[in-house]
T-cell receptor, first 115, second 111 residues
């Protein structure tokens, strides 16, 4: 079974709709992240969470919100989707300490299209 | 934000050839990570580097943490068709826990 899972894998929606992307992990990691990937722009951080009570904005948080429901679950919401939010979205996890604490492990991604 | 310059943007090589790519920055990093992304999948961590000058291998892949801490290199020896994909570098600055990613190198291997 995959360590980091994302649902849905693909989603097509219309402008103005509310969308939630979900991420679950079985790695036991404290830290979780949401990124978006656009062609030519690489991966950009939307939000990150170091534990259930800690939520932080990344470099492109406008138009997005998150919820850390449990250590293993971190969801990303688009309150009112717009076409320029069409992208690949990735969840990632990481350790809070230890020799590998800077490493991040990615889920398979969600392809979101906003019409 | 911080910038990582990754080059080349793309490479077309013949099976069996060696490949080199690198990332540079004007900032000093304390961690360098190299990832590979296959089409339709998420990035997979290949190699992590934590010390300046460190040279680490993972099979046919070798990566180095530059002495100046401002660059890193990834080499792939004897390429095979399944090496095709996008390779990303990522760096971590000081006590900042947020990774900065390069824009990727698209590798194509002709059989």
């Amino acid at each position: 079974d995959a360590d980091v899972t994302q649902t849905p894998r693909n989603r097509i929606t219309k402008t103005g709709k509310r969308i939630m992307l979900e991420c679950s992990q079985t790695k036991g990691h404290d830290r979780m992240y949401w990124y978006r990937q656009d062609p030519g722009l690489g991966l950009r951080l939307i939000y990150y969470s170091f534990d259930v009570k800690d939520i932080n904005k990344g470099e492109i948080s406008d138009g997005y919100s998150v919820s850390r429901q449990a250590q293993a679950k971190f969801s990303l919401s688009l309150e009112s989707a717009i076409p320029n939010q069409t992208a690949l979205y990735f969840c990632a996890t990481g350790l809070a300490g230890g020799p590998s604490y800077n490493e991040q492990f990615f889920g398979p991604g969600t392809r979101l299209t906003v019409l | 934000g911080q910038q990582l310059n990754q080059s080349p943007q793309s490479m077309f090589i013949q099976e069996g050839e060696d490949v080199s790519m690198n990332c540079t920055s004007s900032s000093i990093f304390n961690t360098w990570l190299w990832y590979k992304q296959d089409p339709g999948e998420g990035p997979v961590l290949l190699i992590a580097l934590y010390k300046a000058g460190e040279l680490t291998s993972n099979g046919r892949l070798t990566a180095q943490f530059g002495i100046t801490r401002k660059d890193s290199f990834l080499n792939i020896s004897a390429s095979i068709p399944s090496d095709v994909g996008i390779y990303f570098c990522a760096g971590l600055l000081g006590s900042n826990y947020k990774l900065t990613f390069g824009k990727g190198t698209l590798l194509t291997v002709n059989p």
